[in-house]
């Protein structure tokens, strides 16, 4: 079995992705994990409720900028690998307000780098070969194509908003860590994720709950904005491969090899909607609005994930077109748990249009 006897700290493993990471780690292979998450707004571990009284899982809520709580529990639990997930993750919120974009994903980073490789340097001979830092990045930190073109992973970095500013200095920071202190580091970069237990702000769950309750469906610019969408499920899938059996010092770039137009996404929403849960008010199709579009909103991501293909093996298993209809079909199912974030003060309004950041 995978990962027996490992000790795996997920940063971030309250939130999306982590959660889904976890979920996999637990179902699939061996190790024992240690989810070390601030608890943000964007929190939610009632997605991790089979987990908590799972045998090789424990929660620590701790913050990652904060030096003296991770060296206690890099002390308690002496782990073999970290994942970092930890991070500020909304575009919109990066504009209105980018300082806890800088605290978290870059002097967070920097501080668990640097408790890392305190920790790492007290290991056996043994142990430091086997050890392994992950640090999740995004596309995003490449900028923007034009209508051709892939982003692969010699891509030079150009980002353009607040968030993708600070992901990009963060994956600098693992970089330098390797290169100078020799820590064992390795970087993913990956399209949108999407799939069961996003937080609502995000676009397709924010579609999904607007359609809904029949709201109006607002499409930032035109709509023709194309991102690459990857299955929540097959990116857990691909990190612990890389995990696994990545090359200490390489980046790999995971994406779902589904380009969609936003448009084409909300549309396809709207139809799966009409499906599942018929409004009275006709094909929701109506409810789409076209609304001023985001500040420095890059036109187009699309990821070559060639490389991850061919050295370690792995393929997007999820199509767009069934994850999305899985997907909808989760948000109709679990009302509760969406509906515990919107009772817990979520807005759904409208952010990110600030030409003064706080
Ligand atoms: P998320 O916002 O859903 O979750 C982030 C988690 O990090 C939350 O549980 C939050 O409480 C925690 N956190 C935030 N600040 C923290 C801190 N200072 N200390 C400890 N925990 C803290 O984010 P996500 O969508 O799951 O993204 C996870 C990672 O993947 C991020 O690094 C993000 O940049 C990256 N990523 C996400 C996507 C995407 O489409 N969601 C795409 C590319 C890369």
Known sequence: MRFTGITIFVTGGAGFIGSAV??????????????????????????????????????????????????????????????N?????????????????????????????????????????????????????????????????????????????????????????????????????????????????????????????CGLANDPLPVYGNGSNVRDWLFVEDHARALSLVLERGKVGETYNIGGRSEQTNLAVVQQICDLLDDIAAGSTGTRRNLISFVKDRPG???????????????????????FECGLAKTVRWYCDNRTWWRDILDGGYQRARIGLKTTPE
């Open 85 to 209: 997930l930890a991070a500020e993750s909304h575009v919109d919120r990066s504009i209105d307000a980018p300082a806890g974009f800088i605290e978290t994903n870059i002097v967070g980073t920097f501080t668990l780098l640097q408790e890392t490789l305190r920790h790492y340097r007290t290991l056996s001979p043994t142990k430091r070969a086997n050890f392994r830092f992950l640090h999740v990045s995004t596309d995003e930190v490449f900028g923007s194509l034009g209508p051709e073109g892939l982003f692969s992973e010699t891509t030079p970095y150009a980002p353009n908003s607040p968030y993708s500013a600070s992901k990009a200095s963060s994956d600098h920071l693992v970089r330098a860590w390797r290169e100078t202190y020799e820590l064992p580091t390795l970087v993913t970069n990956c399209s949108n994720n999407y799939g069961p237990y996003q937080f609502p702000e995000k676009l397709i769950p924010h579609m999904i709950i």
């Open 297 to 319: 909103h890059d036109l187009r991501y699309a990821i070559d994930t060639s490389k991850i293909d061919r050295e370690l093996g792995w393929r997007p298993l999820e199509t």
């Open 22 to 83: 976890i979920r996999h780690f637990l179902a699939d292979t061996e190790a024992h994990i240690v989810n070390i998450d601030k608890l943000t707004y964007a929190a939610n571990l009632a997605s991790l409720l089979g987990a908590t009284d799972h045998p090789r899982y424990v929660f620590e809520r701790q913050c990652i900028s904060d030096g003296p709580g991770l060296q206690r529990l890099f002390e308690q639990y002496r782990p073999d690998a970290v994942i």
